[in-house]
């Protein structure tokens, strides 16, 4: 028993301190090619700290007490959204974190955590019998999504409404509606995005009233992906063209590095190797959450756990992507590797939720 419960936390803190480790050695440098090599290095550890005391906390606290008031989190997390939007302060062009000299925090990025709890806990408590009544448990689902990912395109911030979204699919495909709803709802989107595509070639101004010109912009820049114009993209591909296997290229500037382009930047310190390391490790992380998807018992908690694994997997992906050109840049970290201390302490409090449901 003992072997067993050895080789289960292997598989899960082994990857997660490689990732840990090359996440650190990448912020040494980073801080060091722009001169704040105690900003990179010491919060990015300082909230890797934080992130295994969030475990513990998260040991303690019995799931189904979390899932009890996670309406109040919900509510309290959108509340923060609504003040953000007044009091925030601006990065990149995303009003999105409040800022309180010592630290600072994203609201978005907690919603995440809030998010797929409420509806693991809404539509767990849903019965449906028909056409009928899936119509009224998807549009609550839909509603509670909404709120938030309405609030965040206001900042703007596309890659936290994508994420929204990537959730909601997670605990729907749990919840297990017919599959008539996943045909109109692929109409539904293809009817919406070729009316996007349709505005922003035709008709720009309509659409920049529409979106307002900060989320405009954003759309432009995954437009300029499509056609390979992207000075982000560029650097990245040169940093990764020219290292090698075990030794990085170096001395190449990539704007946004230690955050969108962790692994551009991760293969000119240290190689190509260091991206196949990464690589191996999600690999490893995404069949051991998998496997445990399978095991445990309990809609609501097998919905938390589908929605946390889509998220995680799509950010992996995405990040990715992005970083090798196949995907449009859209801002979203990877997962454990990525500078950035709101984004590491919500993985770390979904890692805390999952043991303890393991654990009971």
């Given at each position: 028993m003992k072997k067993k419960v050895f080789?289960?936390?292997?598989?899960?803190?082994?990857?997660?301190?490689?990732l840990l480790g090359i996440s650190l050695i990448n912020m040494y440098y980073a801080?060091?090619?722009?001169?704040?090599?105690?900003?990179y290095l010491f919060k990015q550890a300082l909230?890797?700290?934080?992130?295994?005391?969030?475990?513990?906390?998260?040991?303690?606290?019995?799931?189904?007490?979390?899932?009890?008031?996670?309406?109040?989190?919900?509510?309290?997390?959108?509340?923060?959204?609504?003040?953000?939007?007044?009091?925030?302060?601006?990065?990149?062009?995303?009003?999105?974190?409040?800022?309180?000299?010592?630290?600072?925090?994203q609201p978005s990025e907690l919603m995440k955590f809030s998010l797929a709890l409420y509806l693991s806990e809404v539509l767990s408590k849903e019965r449906t019998y028909g056409m009928k009544e899936e119509f009224r448990v998807i549009i609550k689902a839909i509603v509670i999504t909404l709120i938030p990912s309405l609030?965040?395109?206001?900042?703007?911030?596309?890659?936290?409404?994508?994420?929204?979204?990537?959730?909601?699919?997670g605990?729907?495909?749990?919840?297990?509606?017919?599959?008539?709803?996943?045909?109109?709802?692929?109409i539904v989107l293809a009817i919406l995005g070729g009316s996007f595509i349709y505005l922003y070639y035709f008709n720009?101004?309509?659409?920049?009233?529409?979106?307002?010109?900060?989320?405009?912009?954003?759309?432009?820049?995954?437009?300029?992906?499509?056609?390979?114009?992207?000075?982000?993209?560029?650097r990245a591909l040169i940093s990764i063209g020219t290292s090698f296997l075990f030794r990085g290229s170096g001395g190449v500037y990539i704007p946004e590095a230690p955050t969108d382009f962790i692994i551009a930047l991760s293969i000119s310190?240290?190689?190509?190797?260091?991206?196949?390391?990464?690589?191996?490790?999600?690999?490893?992380?995404?069949?051991?959450?998998?496997?445990?998807?399978?095991?445990?018992?309990?809609?609501?908690?097998?919905?938390f756990i589908a929605g946390f694994l889509m998220m995680f997997i799509f950010a992996q992906v995405q990040n990715i992507g992005m970083n090798l050109g196949l995907f449009p840049i859209i801002g979203l970290p990877l997962p454990f590797v990525s500078y950035g201390g709101t984004n590491i302490i919500v993985y770390f409090m979904f890692l805390g939720v999952l043991l303890n449901i393991k654990k009971n």
């Open positions: 080789i289960d936390k292997l598989f899960l803190f082994g990857p997660l301190f490689i801080g060091l090619n722009n001169s704040g090599y105690q900003s909230w890797f700290g934080l992130g295994f005391f969030v475990i513990f906390i998260f040991s303690i606290i019995k799931p189904k007490i979390l899932f009890k008031y996670s309406k109040y989190l919900y509510f309290i997390n959108v509340l923060l959204l609504i003040l953000v939007l007044f009091w925030g302060k601006t990065i990149n062009g995303s009003q999105a974190w409040f800022d309180f000299k010592l630290f600072s925090f609030l965040v395109f206001l900042e703007p911030d596309t890659g936290a409404i994508m994420i929204y979204l990537i959730l909601l699919l605990i729907i495909l749990v919840y297990k509606i017919n599959v008539k709803w996943y045909i109109i709802l692929g720009q101004d309509l659409l920049i009233k529409l979106i307002g010109t900060s989320f405009f912009y954003r759309v432009d820049r995954i437009m300029t992906f499509v056609n390979n114009d992207s000075f982000q993209l560029n310190n240290l190689g190509i190797f260091s991206f196949i390391l990464i690589l191996l490790c999600f690999y490893i992380l995404d069949f051991y959450f998998l496997f445990h998807l399978e095991k445990t018992k309990g809609r609501k908690y097998k919905m």
